[in-house]
């Protein structure tokens, strides 16, 4: 636990007070082009996966992915690597085909993006 036996003084100095508000704007800015940087990027066209007829035959009629993409500066996927796969190996190819048609606004920096596809047969 933290006590503090003398109270706040007051900010008098006019130059301590400049110095003070100067570095408020700079860290206000910091954190507004932190967060910026983290903002994912705006999709422009989705593709959706196609349900496996090797899923069908194997009657499996459900499943996740979970992938990450590369994203050039003009907005094409340029790689996809699959992070997590339930079931395993059933439609990671599905993923990687649809997703690789997807499209971002470009930025004219490298991006990531991750999502999660959810399948689900309607049989």
Do not use: Y
Not at 85 to 96: G, H, I, L, S
Not at 104 to 113: L, P, V, Y
């Amino acid at each position: 636990m933290l006590t503090f036996n003398r109270p706040a003084r007051s900010i008098t100095s006019p130059r301590l007070r400049q110095t003070l508000a100067q570095l408020t704007v700079g860290l206000c800015g910091a954190l507004l082009i932190a967060g910026s940087a983290l903002a994912s990027p705006k999709v422009m066209k989705k593709v959706p996966p196609e349900f496996p007829a090797a899923a069908t035959k194997k009657n499996i009629k459900s499943g996740s992915v979970k992938a990450r993409m590369n994203i050039g500066p003009d907005g094409k996927v340029i790689d996809v690597q699959i992070l997590e796969a339930e079931p395993p190996k059933v439609f990671d190819r599905a993923v990687t085909e649809a997703l690789m048609e997807w499209r971002f606004e470009g930025n004219g920096e490298k991006q990531t993006h991750e999502v999660k596809l959810v399948f689900s047969s309607e049989d």
